[in-house]
């Protein structure tokens, strides 16, 4: 199988970010997480994590320009351009999704897919308080789901509309949602 790219969608919650682990482990793809480039960055303390972790904190989003000129440069390294892709946490926003056509159709998007790990509001909200990460306050988590539901599931259509998008349901244990992200890759990729 040729070097995958996807780009994994679904709330936050939805376990994108052990199953993007398993699938590096699969398909050895490399692994670009906005959110974990983010977190470093406020942990190195750099310029963009002082600037991103209020934020963050928030539960608000980076701005565009910063955010897509961040995935612009990852994605022309030479590992990505290799290895492939799994592209978690982008895009969030239509100025973002318009941004990634771009870097598509100057490399080519032959082969791209989007996967959305399909699950409810309710249990996203549950494991999220379960899990107990720094900026997982009630009030950020409520407040990246509605951003999530206002900006980025509408983004869902765009996907779906240009043949794009694979759905898949994140309710299970961690290998029944592989499994079935497993089949669903390996049926698009034949
Ligand atoms: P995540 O780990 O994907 O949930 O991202 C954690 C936080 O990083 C988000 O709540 C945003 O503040 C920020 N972030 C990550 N990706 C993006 C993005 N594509 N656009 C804007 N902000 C982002």
């Known amino acids: 199988m040729a070097a995958i790219r996807l ?24 692994h670009v997480s906005t959110g974990d480039m983010l977190r470093s960055a406020v942990a190195e303390g750099t310029e963009l994590g002082l600037r991103a972790s209020a934020l963050m904190d928030a539960g608000d989003l980076v701005p565009d320009d910063v955010m897509i000129g961040i995935v612009v440069d990852r994605l022309a390294k030479s590992d990505v351009v290799e290895h492939g892709f799994l592209l ?19 490399t080519g998007a032959d082969g791209v897919r989007a996967f959305n790990i399909e699950v409810p509001v309710d249990e996203v909200m549950e494991r999220m308080l379960a899990r107990g990460r720094g900026d ?10 509605d951003l999530y539901e206002s900006t980025t599931a509408p ?3 765009w996907f779906e509309e240009h043949g794009l ?5 994140g309710l299970g ?18």
Do not use: H, M, N, W
């Open 155 to 157: 983004l869902l259509a």
């Open 88 to 106: 978690d946490g982008f895009p969030r926003t239509p100025a973002q999704a318009e941004a990634l056509e771009e870097i598509l159709s100057d």
């Open 7 to 30: 780009i994994i969608l679904g709330r936050q919650g939805s376990g994108k970010g052990t199953q993007c682990v398993r699938l590096v482990e699969a398909y050895g793809p490399v």
């Open 136 to 145: 997982d306050t009630e009030e950020a988590i409520r407040r990246r789901l």
């Open 173 to 190: 244990t961690e290998d029944e949602v592989f499994d079935r992200l497993r089949t669903a890759i390996e049926a698009v990729s034949e």
């Open 165 to 169: 998008l694979s759905v898949v349901d």
